[in-house]
């Protein structure tokens, strides 16, 4: 039978971005805040001997067991759906700090459209995309949000620069970056001269990766980039990347009203007459049940497991693809990336780098072009990115080039810091076929369905 601990204000599922700023503004206001964490406890001291490709950029060291917990995936609604056995595009946290440790710490606003995408692409194109797609209008704009962009870059110190397409946009700023951009390399200077001869506007990608020392309002402090290349995938042992480690998780902690219980998974949020009451969890070292009551649970667990605890849960209705009906697991939507690689007869030092050390351009983003003769509504952003070239994962090569032996580890060696990538992000828009469901057929680790 499950214990039954004593009540809490707040409670978070999760410790990472979204559970340390709850955690953060809450305690702030005098509330107590528990955050239920399944993973263990880390902090920046954790990550002195980071530099293991293998074992973190390859094998997500820091990142979910897709053998415990992991999401199965179908390519239409009759197929079966088989489960990950290894991450692909998103790479799902784990621990205190979530994937907010291991992220690059591109720290982008949505564009004024994205916030209204249904309304401002109807009054300009019509129904365009036809009924299968599902767009809608976030009920908030990019007005009411700015001020907590703002102080969310506050907060992590962002090193960037101004939008030259934000006029155009909407996109108006209460307040400058509070850094200045990270190094302007040769190779982010190339792809710059490259766009501007092809009429591009390029600004700095606003990073999370501190350009010097830096003081959050909240008085926590970052630390200098040092552009050891290992920032993606991999915690920051300098503490120049922010991260919840490194400011709110902290700031919470000051206020003496903050409590982190690790090893601690959740499978129910319980309710009584149509409120909720807490939830039930798992300690997943003795595999014994707790009750924990609290007067609000905030979840904070990234999309995939807040979703799957509502709908065990009997929380909202599930949508149904067929009828249109319903909220839960609607509208789901990731990105798309693309991208080519140059090479070239001159060094670039490209085994240097940051998780956000780059430069883009909007010219093809959003609606910032005409899509009147498109098959196609949004776009993508066009960037360059000198993330540092790590020996293993980073391995360029031209087309044609040996794959073994003697002649593939001398192109190896001569391409390694030759090579130049251009990429796209782009926009991923809802359809009535992309959505998230309870898996019929597998189950996670503590027996609730994927």
Known sequence: MAEVLKKVDVLTVGAGWTGGIVAAELTKAGLNVLSLERGHMQSTENFNFIHDEWRYGINYGLMQDCSKDTVTFRHDPSGLALPYRKMGSFLLGNNVGGAGVHWNGWTFRFMPYDFEIQTLSKQRYGNKLGNDYTLQDWGVTYKDMEPYYDRFEKTCGVSGEPNPLAEKMGAF????????????????????SAAKSSNLHTYRLPASNSKGGYT????????????????????????????????????????????????????????????????????????????QPADI?????????????LMVSNIGEQYDPKTGKGTLGRNYCYQMNMGTTAFFDEQFNTFMGSGALGTTSDDFNGDNFDHSKEKFLHGAMIYSVQLGTRPIQSAPLPAGAPTWGAEFKKALNYNFTRAITVAGQGASLPHKNNYLSLDPTYKDAFGMPL
């Open 297 to 309: 649970v905030v979840l904070t667990s990234y999309m995939f497991n807040n979703a799957k605890l």
């Open 173 to 192: 700023r209460s307040s400058p970056y509070p850094q200045e951009p990270l190094e302007n390399t040769k190779m982010l200077k190339r792809f710059e």
């Open 216 to 291: 959050n309002p909240d008085g926590q402090d970052l630390a200098p980039c040092q552009y050891c290349a290992y920032c993606e995938r991999f915690g920051c042992e300098y503490g120049a990347k922010a991260s919840p480690l490194n400011t709110v998780i902290p700031k919470a902690m000051s206020t003496g009203k903050y409590t982190i219980r690790t090893y601690s998974n959740v499978t129910q949020i319980l309710k009584k007459d149509g409120k909720v009451t807490g939830v039930k969890f798992v300690d997943t070292r003795t595999m014994k049940e707790y009750i």
